[in-house]
């Protein structure tokens, strides 16, 4: 896949707005719960129908058939249905931000909602070992490279090294992140700053991102970043670009680390 030239692909304001107001509320991901449950019924239906089939009894075999069926297929359509639901009214929200005209800094006599936030983003390549950290207008901000599996080293635009971020414990076997490293260390200049780690979950899990200067902890769920429970930043994926759309008074050595490693 060619990859766009930076100077020309830039979200627009309404692009911004709708990625980081709009379609957390409009579209519904599939959460750890819904998948449980389902599974649970789905091992219930099971196991009625081979007690039928073990005892021989009519009812049972007859009723668990049926049941396992039925959830198979409503398991089937339902996911579908809101994986195309999602998909469709995300592309329709896009497509209208598209069709405005990209007003760059906003109106003069209303507020700016983005004002003190900060924008970066890297084009994603699969498998990639380097990585061009931009902001909007495709000035480079940071420049990552890969030195082992799951190790990177983050410099300036002049090429002096300031982080670097290791893993330091290896996946969880029950994880759906399972093949990524449960924790990361980021040190500058020989010192540990700053500790991201993936709680125990056997769902789509959180990362807790600690900055060890600051002691803040900034909690990573469902697309969007958080101070307890007060949202202070988003990632989204637009155009196969990776945006981080953060407070800039959250923007650390623990965001720039997790940024970087732990997103792929």
Not at 88 to 103: F, G, H, I, K
Not at 110 to 122: E, I, N, Q, S, T
Not at 185 to 212: C, K, M, Q, W, Y
């Amino acid at each position: 896949m060619p990859v766009p030239d930076p100077k020309t692909e830039r979200l627009t304001e309404f692009e911004r707005a709708v990625c980081y107001d709009t379609l957390p509320h409009i579209t519904h991901p599939l959460t750890f719960r819904v998948v449980f449950t389902y599974t649970l019924v789905l091992i219930l239906a099971f196991v009625a129908m081979a007690y039928g089939v073990r005892t021989d009894i009519a009812a049972w075999k007859t009723w668990g058939s049926i049941a396992f069926a039925v959830v198979v297929v409503a398991g089937i359509i339902g996911f579908v249905y809101r994986a195309l639901f999602n998909a469709v009214r995300q592309r329709a929200a896009l497509v209208q931000a598209q069709e405005m005209p990209n007003v760059e800094s906003g109106f003069d006599l209303l507020p700016d909602p983005f004002a003190g936030h900060a924008l970066l983003r890297y084009y994603r390549v699969a498998d990639t070992d380097a990585k061009t950290v931009t902001g909007n207008r495709g000035e480079t901000v940071y420049a990552a490279q890969r030195t082992g599996a799951h190790n990177w080293e983050i410099r300036d635009p002049a090429g002096e090294l300031i982080l670097t971020v290791s893993a330091s414990r290896p996946p969880r076997s029950f994880s759906f992140d399972w093949g990524m490293p449960s924790q990361y260390r980021a040190t500058r200049n020989g010192d540990t700053v700053a500790e991201l780690e993936r709680p125990v979950s056997f769902g789509p899990g959180r990362v807790e991102i600690r900055n060890l200067k600051t002691g803040e902890t900034t909690q990573f769920r469902d697309g969007g970043l958080y101070d307890n429970e007060a949202l202070v930043g988003r990632i989204y994926d637009i155009r196969n670009y990776l945006y981080l759309d953060i407070r800039q008074s959250r923007l650390d050595d623990a965001t720039l680390a997790f940024y970087i490693a732990m997103l792929n």
